[in-house]
């Protein structure tokens, strides 16, 4: 009995602790694309235990909800993982992050560039061996992100595909799964976030990021746009965001995120 | 001894009530936490359940493509009944036979050390199977034949992992096998098979086959080591080489990024998978019964 009081007095102890102090908390909707969600929450943790005070709250539905959200006045900022389009010139973007893709093969095959009509050729089954690309003698294991990834989504954009065009021999979850499958195959050919894939290929996971259209695929050239496999992720505002909208923006594009949007695979916008 | 005369001589009827209407409590939560999470499944599956009727065509759609709305996971059904089948199919034998082994072979310190192998085989967390499966079974196969990841890969991995499960369990039944009826077949002068094949394993029959159903369990609920090994291509598979998708490899993978429609639909996933496992389970307790 002493001890069921000890304990109520303990607990009872632990809610007196809780910051009364600030009654009613600034609040923040987020909403939109999934892709951003993640990231965007865990810059909200930060930015509340840096603002004592303020409640963010990220909602995510695609980007279309964040536009319409935004524009509704439903969320203070909206995520969009593409570039406006021109029928919505009426909102703000502000950049936080970059997305880029790579195609990835295994390092011991010879192949060096592909296409693009190679590329849709391989993944839609027209193109079923490395040797009509150039390569050895080989059936081809295509290796397809699993639907809803914005990977793949990002990716059938830039080949003009729809899903069920895809052949797939291999479905991946994540980019660290992607990257395992493509190096324990030699003859496959894969796709993951350049972030990732650059992270292993440094340290000596036989893959080898192949250069699109003339350009390589590195985080340097998503950074400064030239590689054209990868998009912004935008936080969106109706007006010139102010007060708190602002502040968050801010952070979200400051370098004290940095480590958070890397962690995503994603490359951070903040000069270095 | 003076407390305990008293406790008996003046029962404390309201401890008593006490403590039974506690045990009752928990039982209910336990009880209604398997409820809820049905409820739960229905509830999120409804709206994609209710809105196409009739609810078959979850498995005559073109194809699984949620963003074009095509939804058959007839194709994972076949899938997680391959791999779990297969799987059962590999370790049983496998099991039994170990299990024979531990109880009326081994030398009894060589038993002791085998068991405790078998125990911990049990306890190596799914992911380390499917890591393992994917940096090494899979490139293996590859050589064989390409891709690799393949319904191959998810039954060989599958059935280390409910091996020894089945091991345990068919040991535990050998265990309780009555000592009488042992020596009554030592004393007819039977050799030691005839004693397994004719006394032991018969009468240890339900102990196994119930072991053989939650392994079963295991197998087809069975996620992250499936889900890197077996390629996760929606399709039936045509033979062993080919890769498949399996429902709890389908929820897992597409789930992080589903919303509205896909979501509901990974949902109904789930449902199938929990009604498969129901049946697994009314199966393994009619047995325990019969």
Do not use: C
């Not at chain 1, 010139?240 to 940095?258: N, Q, T, Y």
């Not at chain 2, 003046?10 to 939560?29: E, H, I, K």
């Not at chain 2, 209604?32 to 229905?42: D, E, G, K, M, Q």
């Amino acid at each position: 009995m002493k001890f069921a009081v000890a304990a109520a007095l303990v607990f009872a102890a632990g809610f007196a602790w809780l910051p009364a102090g600030e009654a009613a908390p600034q609040k923040l909707v987020l909403s939109g694309a999934s892709t951003m969600a993640p990231v965007a929450g865990e810059i909200a943790r930060r930015f509340e235990s840096r603002y004592r005070g303020t409640r963010i709250d990220v909602q995510s539905g695609g980007s279309s909800r964040g536009i319409n959200d935004v524009r509704n006045g439903l969320a203070a900022i909206g995520m969009v993982s593409r570039v406006l389009k021109p029928q919505e010139k009426d909102l703000q973007a502000h950049a936080i992050a970059w997305d880029g893709v790579g195609v990835i093969l295994h390092a011991s095959n010879p192949v060096a560039v592909l296409s693009r009509q190679q590329i849709s050729g391989i993944y839609t089954g027209k193109i079923a061996n490395w040797k009509d690309v150039g390569g050895t003698d080989s059936p081809i294991t295509v290796v397809n992100k699993a639907e809803g990834r914005s990977t793949l989504e990002l990716f059938l954009r830039y080949l003009g595909l729809k899903a069920s065009d895809i052949r797939p021999h291999v479905i991946i979850g994540d980019n660290s799964q992607g990257i395992k499958t493509v190096a324990g195959n030699s003859n496959a050919i894969g796709y993951v976030s350049i972030g990732a894939a650059e992270y292993e290929a440094k340290h000596r996971v036989p893959i080898k990021l192949l250069p699109l259209e003339g350009v390589a695929a590195t985080v340097a050239n998503v950074r400064n746009g030239t590689f054209l496999l990868s998009r912004p992720l935008n936080l969106v505002t109706g007006t010139a965001p102010k007060g708190l909208v602002r502040e968050f923006i801010e952070f979200a594009r400051s370098e004290h995120v940095d480590d958070l949007v890397e962690a995503q695979y994603f490359v951070p916008v903040s000069i270095r | 001894m003076i407390w305990l005369r008293h406790s008996i001589s003046s029962p404390s009827a309201s401890a008593d009530t006490l403590m039974l209407w506690l045990l009752r409590a928990a039982a209910g939560v336990a009880a209604s936490l398997v409820l809820l999470i049905l409820f739960f499944l229905v509830a999120e599956s409804w709206p994609l359940l209710m809105r196409d009727l009739p609810i078959t065509h979850f498995v005559t759609d073109s194809s699984w493509h949620p963003d074009e709305g095509a939804y058959n996971l007839a194709p994972m059904l076949s899938g997680t009944l391959y791999a779990a089948g297969g799987a059962l199919l590999l370790a049983m034998p496998l099991g039994i036979a170990s299990a024979l082994f531990i109880t009326y072979y081994a030398p009894p310190r060589g038993a002791d050390a085998y068991r405790r192998l078998v125990e911990l085989l049990a306890g190596i967390p799914s992911v380390v199977y499917g890591f393992w499966g994917l940096t090494t079974l899979v490139p293996l196969i590859n050589q064989l034949q390409p891709p690799g990841s393949s319904l191959l890969a998810g039954i060989l991995v599958l059935t280390l992992m409910v091996l020894p499960t089945i091991t345990l369990t068919a040991h535990a039944a050998l265990v309780a096998v009555p000592g009488d009826y042992l020596r009554g077949a030592f004393a007819l002068g039977m050799s030691r098979w005839a004693m397994v094949r004719g006394v032991a394993l018969p009468a240890a029959r339900m102990g196994i086959v119930a072991g053989a159903i939650l392994a079963a369990g295991r197998a087809v609920g069975e996620t992250m080591a499936v889900l890197m090994v077996t390629g996760n291509v929606v399709q039936h598979a045509g033979g062993l080489f080919d890769p498949e998708r399996t429902l709890a490899a389908n929820i897992a993978l597409e789930m992080p990024y589903a919303v509205s429609d896909h979501r509901a639909a990974l949902f109904v996933s789930g449902l199938t998978l929990m009604l498969l496992v129901m049946l697994l389970w009314s199966a393994a307790a009619r047995m325990g019964r019969g």
